[in-house]
Structures are given as structure tokens and as C-alpha cells.
């Protein structure tokens, strides 16, 4: 069974700019979670998607944005970059229903560098 | 709001000497406790999930345990093979409506020398 894809791996981007990240998780799991992980502040949680609504937000600035998509699939975007976005950025997925508490599964991430 | 403190922060041994990690939380209600291991540019792998005080899971060489305010990991006779970060985190219940984001600590970098 295939992993958690995630792409790029690797982005360089220039403050200012936008930039978006896929996400494609687990073959038949529908919740798809966002993490943003630095060195000083460790796995902080962006968001959650499940069936194509977003169940829950972390404390990041509306610069930080998300969908989902019909597949599951889903996308994060952030604009107007700046040096704190460099980051790495993690995707993860889960069989999560109302309810029901699963394990969540990580992709390996994006490393996202803004110069 | 949750909050997940781990200790030590790092970790040093040599093969074979066993050793604990601690995961102290603070939640309104544990809907669930989890064990991640990390290694260098890649995600977090799943390990455990621990659900109530009492609650024991091992696999290989690790064994996690769980309190009403922590939980540990307990490596016995590690191997270098098992030097990576080792992240906990806790999942809140929450009334009104759901809530299913993960709370992380900062994880303990453990290295097993040869």
C-alpha cells in the first residue's frame, strides 16, 4: 500500500512570492492534516480537511491556506512569504471519522527554504 | 490548551543499556497518546497509540507506557539502528464539535552508539 506522497520535496522561493504544496495521502483515508515543523518550534499543527471541509485550524496567520479536493487529495498555500515560512512542511493522513480517533500517518514533507 | 513537554531533550547511549523516555501532558481530556519516531529529513513514522492510564504496547524493542500525566518509552538493548527523534503527542477530546489535531512535543533525539 502506498504511503503518504507529498511534492515537491525541496522549494526555494523568494520573500514576497506564493507558493503551493500537494499532498496525496493513503489510498481510502479521507482526513488529511497539515504541520508546519522548525527547529525552534517543533510540529505545529496548520490545519485539517476531511471530505473536502476543514474541521479545524491552528494559530497561523490567514496567509496560510488549504483545500481539499473530491480525491482526498489536498493543497496548501501560503503567500506573501517570509524568512519565518522556511520550514519543513508535513502532510499527514488518517481513516479519522466523527467519532473515531486513528493514527495519523506523515508524508516526508517539503522542505520549503524563503530567501 | 495542550501542552506536551518530553525529556531529556537528548539522549546518549552506548548499545545494549536500556533507557526511558518521558512524555508529561496537560490536557482537558486524552482522546488518545501517540509515539512517532523521526529520523533526519524524513517524516514522523507511527508507532503506538496509547488510550487510558494502565495502557501498555510493545514492539521490539520498545515498550510504551502510559499515566493520567505521562507517558514513557522504554528501549531495552537498544541498537544504533534506533537513533532517530522519538516524538509524543496528544490528541484532545473536545466538546461541541471535533477536534482531531495533534499536539506535539519537542521530541528527544536519542543516539545509540556502537
Known amino acids: 500500500k502506498a504511503g503518504v506522497t507529498q511534492t515537491p520535496r525541496y522549494l526555494i522561493k523568494t520573500r514576497g512570492q506564493q507558493v503551493t504544496l500537494s499532498c496525496s495521502p493513503i489510498?481510502?483515508?479521507?482526513?488529511v492534516s497539515w504541520y508546519q515543523q522548525t527547529p525552534g518550534q517543533g510540529l505545529q499543527f496548520l490545519f485539517e480537511y476531511f471530505s473536502e471541509t476543514q474541521r479545524n485550524k491552528g494559530n497561523f496567520p490567514g496567509r496560510f491556506s488549504g483545500r481539499q479536493f473530491s480525491n482526498s487529495r489536498s493543497e496548501m498555500n501560503v503567500s506573501t512569504l517570509e524568512l519565518g515560512d522556511s520550514a519543513l512542511y508535513l502532510c499527514a493522513s488518517s481513516l479519522t471519522s466523527s467519532g473515531s480517533t486513528y493514527e495519523q500517518y506523515f508524508g516526508p514533507g517539503t522542505r520549503l527554504t524563503v530567501t | 490548551e495542550d501542552q506536551v513537554t518530553q525529556s531529556p531533550e537528548a539522549l546518549r547511549l552506548q548499545e545494549g543499556e536500556s533507557s526511558s523516555l518521558n512524555c508529561s501532558y496537560t490536557v482537558s481530556g486524552l482522546r488518545g497518546l501517540f509515539w512517532y519516531r523521526q529520523d533526519p529529513g524524513k517524516g514522523p513514522e507511527f508507532l503506538f497509540t496509547l488510550y487510558s492510564a494502565g495502557e501498555e504496547k510493545e514492539k521490539e524493542r520498545l515498550k510504551a507506557t502510559l499515566t493520567k500525566k505521562e507517558s514513557f518509552l522504554h528501549i531495552t538493548a537498544p541498537k544504533p539502528e534506533d537513533s532517530a527523534t522519538y516524538l509524543c503527542a496528544v490528541q484532545a477530546w473536545r466538546s461541541g464539535g471535533s477536534n482531531y489535531k495533534l499536539t506535539f512535543g519537542k521530541g528527544t533525539l536519542l543516539t545509540v552508539n556502537p
Open positions: 489510498s481510502g483515508h479521507r482526513s
